[in-house]
């Protein structure tokens, strides 16, 4: 569970979002990246919808190459999430996801 700021009038308790399934769209790793040997990982900050959908998507911290962090960003929004809660009622929240891009 998550405690979320509900705007000065104290905290709620939420059941947290995460993804549905293995449907999840994986992001492809830039050639720019793979021929330069780069590595890392972009953290995004997303928002998700109380329908389970990917709102807005920034990136909290890069991952050191700009072609990373936007196929980072690119993958993340076909994202579907089973929605946080607060209670029954499904309610959009904001949520940090780390994409790791490693050469193998």
Known sequence: TVLADTGGIGTAVLTPSRPVGGYQVKPRYPESA???GIQGTTELKVLIGADGSVGQVLVAKSAGHFDLDR????A????????????R??????????VQFKLE
Not at 76 to 87: H, N, Q, V
Not at 89 to 98: G, K, R, S, Y
Request: aromatic share 10%; hydrophobic share 50%.
């Open 34 to 36: 793979r021929s330069e």
């Open 71 to 74: 196929a980072a960003v690119e």
């Open 76 to 87: 993340l929004k076909t994202w579907r999430f089973e929605p946080a809660r607060r209670g």
């Open 89 to 98: 009622e499904a309610v959009a929240t904001w949520v940090i996801i780390p």
